[in-house]
């Protein structure tokens, strides 16, 4: 059984001019970052893997997120496969994923993670807002055979926001 978690970045800034990638978190993303790995806490999933987007914003939720979860560095890697806006270049890279490994979390962007959400789990989203997490499962044992799968659990910031 396979097991892919997917995490969009928080909330980010278009005021400043600087690169697509380059973009920082605005402090709504830091907080929603926060208040949805505290969540993600709760759950103690199991984790044996986590690759983020080199995009700055990415980058620092996905930093936020290991911090509350208390996660080793050493198991994140930086990948530019996830710096995709289609879905097709992650959908590569999840079924090229080592099959030693049951338990990926990814970070990265919309459309792509909508799109994945939808197409490999079976409950319709309308969007993974920023900061939006997906728990998708696959009854498969190898990466490249993971195509449909069940939505086990979303955790969105406004579902948290009393």
């Known amino acids: 059984m396979k097991n892919l978690f997917l995490m969009r970045h928080g909330k980010s800034s278009w005021e400043l001019n600087v690169s697509d ?30 690759y983020t987007s080199p995009a700055n914003r990415a980058f620092h939720t996905c930093m936020i997120c290991l911090r509350v979860l208390y996660y080793p560095l050493e198991n994140c890697n930086v990948t530019a496969d996830l710096y995709d806006f289609s879905g097709n270049q992650v959908f590569q890279f999840i079924q090229d994923l080592d099959d030693k490994l049951d338990n990926v979390l990814l970070f990265g962007h919309n459309h792509t993670f909508t799109h994945l959400a939808n197409s490999m789990g079976n409950k319709h989203i309308d969007n993974v807002p920023t900061s939006g997490f997906v728990h998708l499962q696959f009854n498969e044992n190898t990466w490249a055979k993971v195509i449909k799968g069940s939505t086990i659990q979303t955790i969105f910031p406004k579902q948290l926001k009393a």
């Open 21 to 50: 990638q380059d973009r920082a978190l605005l402090q709504r993303g830091i907080s929603d970052a926060r208040l949805v790995a505290e969540e993600m806490q709760k759950l103690n999933l199991k984790i044996d893997h986590v």
